[in-house]
């Protein structure tokens, strides 16, 4: 049997830290969807970047979520 990969949109996660609230760390996510599947991780993490610095809590994580469907 043959295995298909089919590369489907990939996203853009950044996790910001909002600092302590009763001793907890707290975070907030947000994603940016519909990137193209082979777009480089290096641009993608400039455009992360660029989106920082449109915030005003600190960034902890920029990510690239790559969503491929495999099937037979």
């Not at 996660?13 to 609230?21: M, T």
């Not at 975070?27 to 969807?33: C, D, G, I, V």
């Amino acid at each position: 049997m043959a295995v298909t990969e089919l590369n489907n949109p990939s996203s853009l996660r950044i996790r910001l830290s909002l600092g302590q609230e009763d001793g907890k760390d707290k975070r907030r996510t947000k994603s940016y969807s519909h990137l193209k599947p082979d777009a480089p991780a290096q641009d993608v993490y400039d455009v992360g970047v660029a989106l920082m610095t449109l915030q005003q809590y600190p960034t902890l994580e920029i990510s690239k979520i790559d969503n491929t469907v495999i099937a037979e």
